[in-house]
C-alpha cells in the first residue's frame, strides 16, 4: 500500500509538472540531463519553459524532462530524428556520430575562460557551426553556457603524473579519451545518469566536470577532493530537428526563437556565477577544493596540450588560431 501510495504521489507532482499543455497546443518536448535548479541548464530550461507556457499560451506548450528522467544523452537525438522529442541541449561533446567540428570545444586549455567561449560562440566560425548538421537532419538553434571544468579523483591531484594509471569518466568524445590517454590514464566513455555509482563503486577512479555538476550529482562526496584546473569547457548546443523547425508556422517558429534568443543571453550572462555558487556550496558541505600553483598548472598544461595535434585535422589548423586570438 505504502510503494503504490508513493507511486501515485510521484505520478500525480509528474501530471502537476506537465499539467500546463491544453487541448490544440502544439507539445514540445525538452529532454536534458542535469538538476533543475542551481545549475545553468537547469535554470536556462525552466526559464525557457515558462516563458514559452505564458507568451504562447494556446499556440504550444513545453514540458521539460530533466535528471535524465526521459533519454539519456546519447539516446536523445535519435529520439528527436523520430520525432519522439522536440528539443535537448547535450553538452557540445555528444555530437560525435553527427559530427567531428565541435571537437574543438574539447581540447585541453583551448579557451581560457568562459567568455573566450562565448566569444568564438559568436563569431563567424562559431555560428557557421550551428548549421554544421542540417544534412543530418539536426539544427543548432543556440549555444548555452556552463562552464569550465574541473579534475577530481579518490586520491588528490596536483601533478599530471597522479593521475597516472586512474581510470577516469569521459563523455563520449574521441578528445577526451586522447586528453586522459595523454595523461597515461585510463579514460571510460559514460552515461551521465551512471557516474556518481560508478564513482562510488569504484568502478572508475575519477572524473571531470564543472561546479555545477560535480555539485548537482554530489561528485564530491564520493572523491578525495577537485582541484580547480579549468583545463576544458562543457557548453551545450540547444538542439532540434530539420523536419520539425521547418514544419512550425512562420509566426510561432518566429516567437519561439526569438523567446529562445532572449532566454539564452539573460542566463549565459549568469552561467559563470552559478557556477561559483556551486564551488562554494561543494566547500560549504565539506567537500576539498585544491587550487594549483602556476608550476604545478603549467605542468597540465605541457601535458594535456599536445592532443591538439590529433585533431587539427577534424577541427582545422585556422579555427584553433582563431580560438587562440579570442584568448590573448
Ligand atoms: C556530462 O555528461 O558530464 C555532461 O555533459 C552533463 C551535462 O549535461 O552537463
Not at 93 to 102: D, I, Q, Y
Not at 128 to 140: A, E, F, K, N
Not at 217 to 246: A, P, R
Not at 272 to 293: M, P, W
Request: charged letters at 25%; proline letters at 2%; glycine letters at 8%.
Amino acid at each position: 500500500l505504502k510503494i503504490a501510495a508513493t507511486a501515485a504521489a510521484a505520478l500525480m507532482m509528474t501530471t502537476a509538472a506537465h499539467a500546463a499543455c491544453d487541448a490544440g497546443e502544439m507539445v514540445i518536448k525538452f529532454s536534458h540531463v542535469t538538476n533543475t535548479d542551481k545549475h545553468p541548464k537547469g535554470i536556462a530550461a525552466s526559464l525557457l519553459q515558462s516563458r514559452v507556457n505564458e507568451e504562447m499560451n494556446g499556440k504550444a506548450c513545453m514540458e521539460v524532462y530533466g535528471n535524465s528522467s526521459l533519454y539519456n544523452d546519447d539516446q536523445v537525438l535519435e529520439a528527436m530524428l523520430n520525432g519522439d522529442v522536440q528539443l535537448a541541449a547535450p553538452s557540445l561533446s555528444k555530437f560525435e556520430t553527427f559530427t567531428k567540428k565541435f571537437r574543438i570545444f574539447d581540447l585541453p586549455f583551448m579557451f581560457k575562460n568562459i567568455d573566450a567561449v562565448d566569444a568564438f560562440q559568436a563569431s563567424e566560425t562559431g555560428q557557421g557551426l550551428l548549421d554544421s548538421m542540417q544534412r543530418r537532419g539536426l539544427q543548432g538553434l543556440a549555444y548555452w553556457h556552463n562552464g569550465m571544468k574541473q579534475i577530481s579523483a579518490n586520491k588528490p591531484l596536483l601533478l599530471p603524473s597522479d593521475a597516472k594509471g586512474l581510470k577516469f569518466r569521459v563523455q563520449p568524445s574521441e578528445v577526451l579519451k586522447a586528453q586522459f590517454a595523454a595523461l597515461e590514464a585510463n579514460p571510460q566513455a559514460m552515461a551521465f545518469s551512471e557516474v556518481y555509482g560508478a564513482l562510488q563503486t569504484g568502478v572508475v577512479d575519477g572524473q571531470e566536470n564543472t561546479w555545477s555538476n560535480i555539485y548537482g550529482q554530489k561528485f564530491f562526496e564520493v572523491q578525495d577532493g577537485t582541484t580547480e584546473t579549468n583545463h576544458g569547457v562543457i557548453d551545450y548546443l540547444v538542439v532540434t530537428s530539420v523536419d520539425w523547425l521547418e514544419g512550425l508556422d512562420a509566426d510561432v517558429r518566429e516567437q519561439f526563437l526569438t523567446i529562445l534568443d532572449e532566454v539564452t543571453a539573460d542566463r549565459n550572462g549568469d552561467s559563470f556565477q552559478v557556477n561559483e555558487e556551486a564551488k562554494q556550496s561543494i566547500i560549504d558541505a565539506g567537500g576539498e577544493v585544491r587550487q594549483l600553483t602556476e608550476e604545478q598548472r603549467a605542468a597540465w598544461v605541457d601535458a594535456m596540450k599536445p592532443v591538439w595535434a590529433e585533431f587539427e585535422g577534424d577541427v582545422g589548423a585556422e579555427n584553433i588560431e582563431a580560438a587562440q586570438k579570442i584568448n590573448a
